[in-house]
């Protein structure tokens, strides 16, 4: 189904929207959402009401606003309809038709991803400037455009926020001891854009679409490899519409299949308890469990255990659908921030890190254990820079 | 009602801001243009009129990079018509955009009769807030500036502005329409328009442009500027370690040091 084709008037004429007429009132998808208990129109509810034409009384509710885009109602329902990534984004559209007013926050959010590429309203032309605390050579295509095996798209929070910046040095030097033949596009890149369709901007996340598709088709590469799941959905799922046909790769897959070299190369002892988050995107959506328990587990003097909720199971932590911009406002509304949840059962494993994937979640979790005091028992870390810290010098 | 929007394009500064060779200007090469954070609160009061009183809304933007954009988001926001002044020499000061608006104003058809003018007060490059004052003098109008709210009379001959003071007191103003308000800041923040609105103005708005006149040469100015530089750090924040107690041992002794107790 095409991402820019598909409206809540022609739904129920394509095939995914008959689905979505199949719906068995199971209420699975309410039980399995995170911020169900608080939604005034779970998604059940909004199902139900859709079918009885009742549509206009969710998008004037803010149900849709504590949507966190987790896949968690998509992976549970017993009819497989596809609500995450179909009716959500559309009902979210209308949504914010009906607002009076975007919170101040997400409005900020979706107005610099537009300008400046990328939410936190930072200078597009330093996206690129991390590069030089890389210690590695990193070629950038804008100054050498020699065609390259991949495309490193780097994203945002991995491009600015310095926490995020931890991963991409530790990616860089990866990549360079592995000997990947890769070039990034520097200040050209720009958010992929995926929390812009799945937040309610499908206009935004289009501008956003076109902008990088013209600007891969500058240069030549066989593959595009990213640090952030949310990146890896897009390309995945909504720019081949635009003739996105490379290969695609997740960056922590990317290093599982690479895993032969990479052993050899992991000669540091690490005497870390790890308990790995499964992001949502890059778990519930493309199933990439194992990947990253493998590299963990790959690493000398790593021991592995699970939090009670893991894989399909695992919590969200908020971050997805726009709820990283949102923070303030569930916090008005009085809800549970997702990833205070999360954290209470990473700490409760006992371990001394929390092993994540996506760029978002290391903000997220080092916010959370430090409202919740537990910034001393614990450490966020990318699975990247733990194998990063692995390699002898 | 027709109430007439001025935008100006301003530098952004969350880019980087060069000083041009000669070091009396930006260098406009390396810059990066937003719409004026009042101009928009202006808009955003323009709407706000709208929407409570009707009205027709023309939005008059000076031409510089990026001002299509900011052209074809005020269409989407609720703006009937967009115009841009074209054929200005760059660079151009703070009474020269005043009187290429002054100028377009008068010259376009349809701009007057208008009831309201509203402008922002200030610009980052305009901190004096002269464009306001100086097309309400050109076209003869009252002017009101640091307005942050504007209400219509019964009769639309006139309107109430509001201005804040210091100290908590708020000013409440009768103007008599046509009227020219400086906008300091809407009685709500400008809004957020959806992307898809902007993009479908795009196919659908056209951007009517005035070409600018040639203006008549108003002698030496009497204001110029002498140089342009960055302020240079004096001095960098010395960051205190240790515990708590040490920490405010020496925040005693460096105060006690410098005179300050």
Known sequence: MSACSVTLETLPQHPEGKEILTCLQCGVCAGACPYGDVMEYPPRRMIAMMRAGMQEKVFTSDSLLSCVACYACMAKCPRGIRLTEILLPLMKEQTLAYLPELPAELQRALQNTLRYGNPMGEPSRKRAAWVKTAGVPIRSFAEDRRPADALWFVECYTSYYPRGQDNSRATARLFHRLGVDYAILGNEEKCAGECGRLTWEPGLFETLMDYNMAVFQKYQFNRVVTSCPHAHNAFKNRYPVLGFNWALEHVTPFLAKRLDGLNALLTRKLPYLVTYHDSCCLGRQNEFYEAPRQLLRAIPGVKLVEMVHNRVNSLCCGGGGGGMWLDTYFKAKGYERLSERRVREAVATGADILAVSCPYEISRFEDALKVLGYDKRMMVRDVTELLAEAMEE | ?261
């Open chain 2, 1 to 261: 009602m027709h109430i007439l929007v001025l935008l100006k394009m301003a530098p952004d500064v969350v880019e980087d801001l060069e000083i041009a060779p000669g070091g009396k200007a930006l260098d406009l090469d390396c810059l990066r243009m937003i719409l004026s954070e009042s101009d928009d609160h202006a808009l955003e009061q323009a709407l706000l009129l709208k929407e409570r009183h009707g009205a027709k809304i023309t939005a008059l933007a000076l031409d510089a990079p990026e001002v299509d954009d900011a052209l074809f988001t005020a269409a989407a926001k609720g703006a009937d018509r967009v115009m841009k002044v074209v054929g200005m020499d760059p660079g151009f000061t703070t009474r020269e955009a005043a009187r290429y608006f002054s100028q377009a104003i008068a010259e376009e058809p349809g701009l007057l009769p208008a009831d309201l003018i509203l402008t922002g007060v200030q610009a980052i490059d305009d901190l004096d807030g002269l464009v306001a004052p100086i097309v309400a003098d050109g076209l003869r109008m009252p002017y009101l500036g640091i307005v942050t709210g504007v209400a219509l009379e019964a009769s639309a001959q006139a309107a109430r502005a509001i201005k804040e003071y210091p100290a908590g007191v708020r000013g409440e103003f009768l103007v008599q329409l046509p009227a020219v308000l400086g906008i300091q800041a809407a009685e709500k923040p400008p809004r957020y328009v959806p992307v898809a609105k902007v993009r479908a103005a795009m196919k659908s708005v056209k951007i009517e442009c005035s070409q600018a006149l040639t203006l008549a040469d108003g002698g030496l100015p009497l204001v110029g500027v002498v140089e342009m530089k960055r302020n240079e750090p004096a001095g960098h924040a010395e960051m205190l370690e240790g515990k708590p107690d040490q920490v405010s041992g020496q925040l005693c002794g460096i105060l006690a040091e410098r005179g300050l107790f």
